[in-house]
């Protein structure tokens, strides 16, 4: 008689586990949350649990709640598999990455396979900030999108800005050494080529990837250089301590960036003291947003004491909201339907597109620099008094660089 109520009692307790399972829709957050990603790592994790507390707030989907579940990658590839089959052994059908494009890499292929071999019982893998190209190129899949700008677009519009600076003359490439980094110093030097062909490249530096705690020999030798210009994709500490050797050595140059606003680059590029010297090219910048985004972005800074840095999180997540809803559905192959080609606001103004093709977004791009806070702007960076100014912005139109993608679609 006891084994039988054991029995009972059990059952009742995998069928309520098993029902709150579906009142819940469970997605995997992917990233480094300790190493020396997890400055970057941790505040993602605070914008989607604040993204899904909006849409939990406004109903979830389709009636059911939003769950965030955090995993650590340790930004490792292999890492990131296990972590995503443990996301998919907890219920997610849904997963989120953005830091580290080999990581990214390995998520879309296992998901493809995944995917292959489990018809059904499909996963989808929305990426927000991993750019190396290959991945909506010759790696796409129709099971990842992507809502960053890809490392071309970003290349794009800082070569067509430098083309209106002819103080430029002597430029250092330093990057990580890995996909992402690699492809970065690929693209500057074709582009320098074709777009200012009389500008020197006189360094070109490949480091470890979140393994160096002192720049300083590399800063050495860029000042040897004679460079008056860096451009870097570096990402996570390696661009807060990258810079802030560049200001314990008093390097005086121009630096064109993909992530300088990321946690400790602010505050870097203030101890350097060059005023609009620093540059990064984003998908927005709180100063001269929207009024809507002034207000998140302020409910965001009050809530966890830094900045909104992926407005792309934002766009990723409404968007997602908005194809379960048109779908009426959450499976994923019906939500991935949707997202094709669907045109949407974006968070800090105008509108952008996920292209069908390769499921890379397009939006409008600025070119920002970093100063003393001009009058009337709300916003300075990690309380150092200086905030981002816009310097040029690219229209969406205008970053649609073609693609090599040919998608197999199920």
Known sequence: ???????????????????????????????????????????????????????????????????????????????????????????????????????????????????????????????????????????????????????????????????????????????????????????????????????????DELHPLLKITDFAPYIAKIKASGADTVITGNWGQDIALLLKAAADAGLQANWFTYYAGGAGGPTAIKQTGLQHKVYDIVEGNPNTAIEAAQKQEEEFRAKFGVTLWYPRAVNEMRMFAKAVKEANSLDPKAVALKLEGMTADVFDGGQGTMRKDDHQFFQDMYIRSFGPLDPGAKFDEEKTGWGWKQQGKIAAADTNVPTTCKMERP
């Not at 250092?172 to 074709?190: C, M, T």
């Open 1 to 203: 008689m006891r084994k039988f109520t054991l029995g009972v009692c059990m059952a009742a307790l995998l069928t309520a586990g098993a029902a709150n399972a579906q009142e819940t829709v469970k997605m995997g957050y992917i990233d480094p949350l300790s190493g020396g990603g997890a400055s970057v790592g941790e505040v993602g994790l605070k914008h989607y649990q604040w993204l899904a507390d909006q849409i939990n707030a406004q109903g979830g989907l389709m009636g059911k709640k939003l769950e965030i579940i955090p995993l650590d990658n340790k930004t490792n590839p292999q890492e990131a598999v296990v972590q995503a089959q443990k996301a998919i052994d907890a219920g997610a059908r849904y997963i989120t990455q953005g830091n580290g494009s080999s990581v990214a890499a390995a998520l879309s292929d296992f998901v493809t396979k995944f995917n292959d071999r489990n018809p059904g019982k499909e996963v989808l893998y929305f990426n927000y900030a991993a750019v190396d190209d290959s991945l909506t190129n010759e790696k796409c899949s129709f099971w990842h999108f992507r809502w960053d700008a890809n490392s071309s677009i970003k290349m794009t519009a800082i070569t067509n800005y430098l083309k209106s600076q002819p103080n430029v003359k002597k430029v250092y490439l330093i990057n990580q050494d890995y996909s992402f980094g690699q492809g970065v110093r690929k693209l500057a030097a074709e582009m320098l080529k074709a777009k200012r062909p009389d500008v020197q490249i006189v360094g």
